[in-house]
């Protein structure tokens, strides 16, 4: 076996993982309309990829407000669950372990997506920037587009929506997950809220650093309440560095991202999450996240780091035996090779990604990638 390292066991909250190799959320839209509801596609394409010591679902809108792109699932109706109780158990089959991404895309999204032809919500009515949203167009096909200018949500509306993360975490458990993951990275709502260039709020949520993670602090002990922290786990993507690619829009990068995500690192360890995501960017010579960052984050929480970027199987290797990570996600990779674990752990070689496919779509690109025949 190459690659021992990531065929280690390792513990994640009450589960024992079979290895360190994760699939990370990836969006991939194509959940069934009308309603965004998971179908028996996407249920072979996670049965097919439950080789992973865990697996992650792509972000799942907690509510109608909550979606930015066409075609991506929810988890707030009673037919959505359904859907995702045959995921669930198509995964739970080959003994995989999976857990619900929780999305509200907030003010990156467009009228033509919000209930009603509303205009998307946020901390601010400052319009997202350097991001483009994907809008239906016709049925079955779509174009991108500039997000909406969004309308800031009063403060009662605020705690509505701490408790609409607790209900989609409710709705989890009841399709079966063994877990979720709240996404607050990429520049969504949580993230518009920590951030200071979305957050020009005046009351409780607003200002001050301690003030701008109190939506943070809200929901993760609101999802943690309903699920255990040890079932829970939060995604980040802490930019030191940006890009004007707009197809690379990851979020915004924080006078000092350092500082930033340190205290909401450290709100978490004070809940006690399972495991914290870090998506580091992932741009054509992109920098690495500084080792001083990933030292204090080691020194911070003391639950399971998960890294994702563009991680070779040797640079993953890298990161777990330096200390500094202890699961690795593939997205690319994983998305071109479903027995992506096995191709790593043989050497074998890997299926190229073709990327028209990867959004939107039919079975083609999606659960037509060839296992390894050796």
């Given at each position: 076996?190459?690659?021992?390292?990531?065929?280690?066991?390792?513990?994640l909250g009450p589960y024992q993982l079979r290895n360190r190799i994760?699939?990370?959320?990836?969006?991939?839209?194509?959940?069934?309309?009308?309603?965004?509801?998971?179908?028996?596609?996407?249920?072979?394409?996670?049965?097919?990829?439950?080789?992973?010591?865990?697996?992650?679902?792509?972000?799942?809108?907690?509510?109608?407000?909550?979606?930015?792109?066409?075609?991506?699932?929810?988890?707030?109706?009673?037919?959505?669950?359904?859907?995702?109780?045959?995921?669930?158990?198509?995964?739970?089959?080959?003994?995989?372990?999976?857990?619900?991404?929780?999305?509200?895309?907030?003010?990156?999204?467009?009228?033509?997506?919000?209930?009603?032809?509303?205009?998307?919500?946020?901390?601010?009515?400052?319009?997202?920037?350097?991001?483009?949203?994907?809008?239906?167009?016709?049925?079955?096909?779509?174009?991108?587009?500039?997000?909406?200018?969004?309308?800031?949500?009063?403060?009662?509306?605020?705690?509505?929506?701490?408790?609409?993360?607790?209900?989609?975490?409710?709705?989890?458990?009841?399709?079966?997950?063994?877990?979720?993951?709240?996404?607050?990275?990429?520049?969504?709502?949580?993230?518009?809220?920590?951030?200071?260039?979305?957050?020009?709020?005046?009351?409780?949520?607003?200002?001050?650093?301690?003030?701008?993670?109190?939506?943070?602090?809200?929901?993760?002990?609101?999802?943690?309440?309903?699920?255990?922290?040890?079932?829970?786990?939060?995604?980040?993507?802490?930019?030191?560095?940006?890009?004007?690619?707009?197809?690379?829009?990851?979020?915004?990068?924080?006078?000092?991202?350092?500082?930033?995500?340190?205290?909401?690192?450290?709100?978490?360890?004070?809940?006690?999450?399972?495991?914290?995501?870090?998506?580091?960017?992932?741009?054509?010579?992109?920098?690495?996240?500084?080792?001083?960052?990933?030292?204090?984050?080691?020194?911070?929480?003391?639950?399971?780091?998960?890294?994702?970027?563009?991680?070779?199987?040797?640079?993953?290797?890298?990161?777990?035996?330096?200390?500094?990570?202890?699961?690795?996600?593939?997205?690319?990779?994983?998305?071109?090779?479903?027995?992506?674990?096995?191709?790593?752990?043989?050497?074998?070689?890997?299926?190229?990604?073709?990327?028209?496919?990867?959004?939107?779509?039919?079975?083609?690109?999606?659960?037509?990638?060839?296992?390894?025949?050796?």
């Amino acid at each position: 076996m190459t690659h021992k390292t990531l065929f280690t066991n390792t513990q994640l909250g009450p589960y024992q993982l079979r290895n360190r190799i994760v699939l990370p959320p990836l969006t991939r839209s194509r959940s069934s309309q009308p309603g965004n509801i998971p179908n028996d596609l996407m249920a072979t394409y996670y049965r097919q990829r439950a080789g992973a010591g865990f697996m992650v679902t792509e972000g799942a809108q907690i509510e109608p407000r909550g979606q930015g792109y066409a075609w991506t699932p929810g988890i707030y109706s009673p037919e959505q669950i359904e859907g995702w109780k045959k995921v669930t158990a198509a995964v739970h089959g080959e003994g995989g372990i999976i857990f619900a991404q929780l999305w509200h895309v907030g003010r990156v999204s467009h009228t033509s997506l919000q209930p009603h032809g509303g205009d998307p919500v946020g901390p601010s009515t400052l319009p997202a920037n350097n991001v483009k949203v994907f809008i239906e167009t016709a049925p079955g096909a779509g174009a991108l587009t500039d997000p909406s200018t969004p309308r800031a949500l009063s403060n009662a509306e605020v705690k509505e929506i701490v408790q609409l993360y607790a209900q989609a975490a409710r709705n989890a458990l009841e399709a079966g997950f063994d877990g979720v993951e709240i996404h607050c990275a990429n520049g969504y709502l949580v993230n518009q809220f920590i951030s200071a260039h979305s957050n020009f709020r005046t009351d409780e949520y607003g200002g001050s650093l301690h003030n701008r993670l109190r939506f943070l602090r809200e929901v993760t002990q609101a999802v943690a309440d309903v699920v255990g922290a040890d079932r829970l786990g939060v995604r980040f993507a802490p930019l030191f560095a940006s890009t004007d690619e707009e197809r690379v829009y990851l979020g915004m990068v924080e006078e000092n991202p350092h500082e930033t995500y340190i205290k909401a690192i450290k709100v978490l360890e004070e809940i006690g999450i399972a495991y914290l995501s870090l998506a580091e960017a992932d741009w054509e010579d992109a920098p690495e996240l500084p080792d001083s960052f990933r030292s204090a984050v080691r020194e911070t929480f003391s639950g399971r780091i998960l890294y994702a970027g563009k991680y070779t199987a040797q640079r993953a290797e890298g990161a777990i035996s330096a200390g500094w990570a202890d699961l690795i996600a593939f997205g690319r990779p994983f998305i071109a090779n479903p027995d992506l674990p096995d191709r790593i752990a043989n050497d074998w070689p890997l299926n190229p990604l073709d990327a028209a496919s990867v959004y939107g779509g039919t079975e083609q690109g999606y659960i037509d990638y060839p296992a390894y025949q050796h």
